[in-house]
């Protein structure tokens, strides 16, 4: 069973739980009788220097865009970063239009989906994110096909959630597809969260 590299996008300004809640279902996931972990976790940074997260959380990315490792999944986490800062930094939008033919799963959780759409990705493509943005998505790209009331909208190899903690649902989703409900449900039940698969 191969090992995936789970890239995760850091910011300034990145909302905390849109990276942290994803990071910690793919890093404690397990495989019974494996070897080795499923999933390899690492945060990328534009330059790789010190992120301030929402409400001053200070986190050091692993990577910068010019020294990370191949990326089997990408997580775009939103935030006030993502819809104010970096839809208009080219060379974050660029990173992801670079990334997106190589990677297996692009996905995306609240407010980074303005950045997935600004890239291109969603063009045709169902797609959703936080309610409080679900008309900006709608308005700013109206070739985005926007889905209203749910956690996620499955796309096949693109995966988008909705506000937040939606990203943690959109990651037990991901891991069912790619491990089977079994997995998903046991990693749920030693972070204590509950998921309906």
């Not at 793919?26 to 494996?34: E, L, M, R």
């Not at 910068?64 to 993502?82: E, M, Q």
């Not at 039940?189 to 309906?196: A, L, S």
């Amino acid at each position: 069973m191969p090992q995936r590299t789970v890239g995760i996008l850091l910011f300034n300004e990145v909302e905390v739980l849109d990276f942290a809640g994803p990071f910690e279902v793919f890093s404690i996931t397990v495989i019974p009788h494996a070897s080795e972990k499923p999933f390899v976790v690492k945060t990328i940074s534009e330059n790789g220097e010190l992120v301030t997260a929402r409400n001053g959380l200070k986190v050091k990315p692993d990577y910068s865009f010019a020294n990370h490792p191949p990326l089997d999944i990408v997580i775009i986490p939103g935030g006030y970063g993502a819809e104010k800062v970096e839809i208009d930094n080219p060379k974050v939008i660029e990173w992801i239009q670079h990334q997106q033919p190589k990677v297996e799963f692009m996905t995306s959780v609240c407010t980074g989906a303005l950045l997935l759409a600004k890239a291109g990705i969603l063009d045709g493509r169902k797609a959703t994110t936080h309610w409080m943005d679900i008309d900006q998505l709608e308005q700013q790209f109206p070739s985005v096909s926007v889905q209203r009331g749910v956690k996620f909208v499955d796309e096949g190899s693109l995966i988008t959630s909705g506000g937040i903690s939606a990203g943690i649902n959109m990651s037990f989703h991901l891991i069912s597809r790619l491990h089977g409900k079994e997995v998903a449900v046991a990693t749920a039940n030693r972070m204590e969260y509950e998921i309906e698969l």
